[in-house]
């Protein structure tokens, strides 16, 4: 934003707020305790070998001074240091670990991200009677997903993007977002799937079999926050996913100004930004996305504002070309300055909204539904 204005120009942000934005969240949010149960049944995993942390022989311990990454034993630990010191610091306290362990012990957004799983490799339409379907399935199949920690009030994560260093302030209460989503399909190199993420992959793999779901692609999810750290998580893509990737219902959004409603394919970007505009809905923390924005959240925001080439800043910036939130237009001042002679361009009115995108209604035997997947999802990553 910084470099698409003039000196005699300054951004405006303006946004609205749906009335039935809350409404529409306490009706798809699960309940916390339902995340929480899921959440304990999460197994972690030796960083360096993959081990789980319940085997038996597995004396899990977390390196002593980011208190993020485990071990099984001081081997694994003495052999990982090289790659790990690189980015070992206290300063990133817990990290994005508990966030994303609530995300994924989460039965909507779980199932909003095995549909961009679906979508990313086509598995919705893979036959798996077919030897070519069958050779995708089988396979471990990687996708990264950036993902950062932004200011709940979006005043202020703009403010962070278009003033950079000139606006700070200290406490700012942040959330999870999801940025961009690359793969082995899209650009992530084969190389980049490591010994640990065959192992767990191996695991899930075996555990869903077990269960039937030979024909079910298990594909390692890793959430990359800045580079900074990475949690990799093995997800096996259910029915449910695939027949709504399949059917393919758009999401409706609903403009907050003018009641004018706007389809939205489905697609990983729509799918993204209705998942990022349901976690900043919630008010209440109700999903356990929430945290305090650390510095190096600060900086990535700043970073995206000021251009800077680099992967990080860059998944942000497309994330707020995509996301309506996101959308400010200029004032041009006059020589004095006065606001009340500006001149502004009009705002696009399928734009001007900061609520969430209609997900297409789900009853109560279907949230039931959807936490028994979960819990069977869980079981597969002991």
Known sequence: M??????????????????????????????????????KETIMCCTNCGKLGDSED??????????????CSRNC???????????????LGEGIQPLIKAFTANPMLSHYLEICLSLEFDLHRINPRHEKGQIILRSALLVRIDVGIEPTKITDFMNLYTFGDEWDQDELEGMLQLHHLTSTRSGIP???????NISM??????????DGDTDRAVVLVQFVNNFKQAITCPIVVGEEALKSARRAKPFTSCSALTGKETDHPLSIASCFEYMNTHIR?????????????????KNLIREAGRNADSHAPQSLRVKVQREGVYVSHRI???????????????????RQIEGAPDAPPRNRAERRRLEQELKKQQKRRK
Not at 7 to 32: G, K, M
Not at 61 to 70: M, S
Not at 332 to 345: E, F, K, S
Request: hydrophobic share 30%; proline share 9%; with cysteine.
């Open 332 to 350: 041009v001042l006059p020589p004095g300055g006065a606001l009340g002679a500006a001149r502004r361009d009009p705002l696009p009115l399928e």
């Open 77 to 91: 630990q003495k052999e990982n240091w090289p790659k790990h010191k690189l980015n070992c610091s206290s300063d």
């Open 190 to 196: 084969i190389e980049a799937i490591t010994d640990t």
């Open 2 to 39: 910084p470099s698409t204005y003039g000196p005699n120009e300054i951004p405006v942000f303006q946004s609205a707020v749906h009335p039935n934005r809350d409404a529409e969240f306490r009706a798809t949010a699960p309940p916390t305790r339902i995340i929480k149960e899921a959440k």
């Open 58 to 71: 597995a004396d899990m311990k977390k390196c002593a001074e980011c208190k993020t990454v485990q071990y």
């Open 281 to 297: 809905s919630d008010k209440s923390n109700r999903l356990l996305l929430r945290a305090q924005m650390l510095e190096s959240d």
């Open 201 to 210: 992959w191996k695991h899930t793999r075996g555990t869903a079999d077990e």
